[in-house]
Structures are given as C-alpha cells and as structure tokens.
C-alpha cells in the first residue's frame, strides 16, 4: 500500500473551514483514500473515503487530484469538537488499514 | 446498538500474568482486528482476521496470540505480559477488508 505524507500539526479557527493535506504520490490505480479521525483517546472513527471523484458526506469533503497523488479532506465549519488526529490512509483492502502519525488539528476559539 | 464492544476497558498485570482481551461486534462483519496505540504514537496492527476461520500476523504480533471464536468474536491472549506491552488495544471490525472499519472504545493495559 502507498505511503502518505501529513503535517504533523495544524491549527484552525472555529467556525471556518478545516483543510487537511495529504500527500500519497505513490498511489497505484486500484488504492482508496480513506480519512480516519481520533478524538483524544477514543477508538478511531470514519470520515470519509474516496477513489478518483471527489465525495462529500454530513462530516466532511474529501476533494482528490486529477493525478491522485494528493488529497485535502475538509471540515466546513470546524468546532472545537472536531480536535483530533486526522488520518489519511491509502490501501487498497487486500490487507488491514496500517495507519501512520496523522496530523493533530487543534480547532480554536 | 453496541457496535464494538472489547472488556474489560482497563487492566493492570504483573510481568509475567497472562489474560486475554475480548472482543465482540454486532454487525456481521466478516473481518476483524487487533491494534495497538503507545502513548504519542499512531496505531499499529497485532493481528486480524479477514474472516471467520482465518487469521494473520500484523505489523507486532510478537508476544500475542489471537483467536477468532465465531464471526462475532475476536480475541487477543497475551501468554507472559511484559512492561513493553504497557499499551492501550484498540479492536476494529469491518464488513469485508476494503470497507470502512469500526473500533472499540479500546482497553488500557498496564504491565508492573
């Protein structure tokens, strides 16, 4: 599976949108984009996963490059509940999800 | 509806002790999973399941030991716990491996 590439930290006034990077330029044809959050100690939770189109549902907008070799997942209007580690995570499900360092996003009043 | 549910949620053992931590869904999902998350650390795979009947090592299946009872149940033995397992283990489920994964609530491990 390919390797991705976060910023380890980002900081994001609340109320305006959220746009996390991902880098995965090695991505092959038949990978996903899958975005996975963890709020403080709790179990990682779902956001949003994406092939080639970009997708949007009720948390967030996964927006992916013509190219495929980068992703932004975007939290419209972020709130302080969304502080978090984000993970971008591109695999292809002949094997489990293998999860790098994410990027801790801290949402501020 | 429990989703992922994993007991017990907290553990201390002296080096040496051996338990086992379960693991049960309620959605029908074939595979499932065992992570592990150190303090300041992303999760990394001990073991899984891509369905009932099977299992394979992950990333740190060193120490560990994983049994797939039936397709609601998946659990993780530590034989002779030593302070490097000091850890909090996540399960995770999923209806097939390429689809979106959901995890326990995670039971927090401490080795003396």
């Known amino acids: 599976d390919a390797k991705t590439t976060q910023p380890p930290s980002m900081d994001c006034a609340e109320g305006r949108a959220a746009n996390l990077p991902c880098n995965h330029s090695?991505?092959?044809?038949?990978?996903?984009v899958y975005w996975y959050r963890q709020i403080h100690s709790q179990g990682p939770q779902y956001i949003i996963h994406g092939l080639k189109n970009n997708e949007t549902n009720e948390m967030a907008s996964l927006i992916i490059t013509e190219d495929r070799k980068s992703s932004t997942l975007i939290l419209p209007h972020a709130t302080l509940r969304d502080t978090a580690v984000y993970y971008c995570?591109?695999?292809?499900?002949?094997?489990?999800?293998?999860f790098g360092k994410g990027t801790r996003l801290s949402v501020i009043a | 509806n429990a989703g992922v549910t994993q007991t017990p949620k907290f553990q201390v053992l002296k080096t040496g002790q051996s338990m086992t931590l379960q693991c049960a869904q309620d959605m029908n999902h074939n595979s499932m999973y065992w992570y592990r998350q150190d303090p300041g650390m992303g999760l990394r795979l001990i073991y899984y399941?891509?369905?009932?009947?099977?299992?394979d090592k992950g990333e740190v299946p060193n120490g560990y030991n994983v049994s797939r009872l039936n397709k609601r149940e998946f659990s993780l033995r530590l034989e002779s716990a030593a302070p490097s397992q000091t850890s909090v283990y996540f399960c995770?489920?999923?209806?097939?491996?390429?689809?979106?994964?959901?995890f326990g609530q995670g039971t927090r491990l401490t080795v003396v």
């Open positions: 995770a489920s999923s209806a097939v491996m390429n689809t979106e994964a959901f």
């Open positions: 090695t991505i092959s044809g038949n990978e996903y």
């Open positions: 995570i591109v695999f292809s499900g002949n094997t489990p999800l293998v």
């Open positions: 399941s891509a369905s009932e009947g099977t299992t």
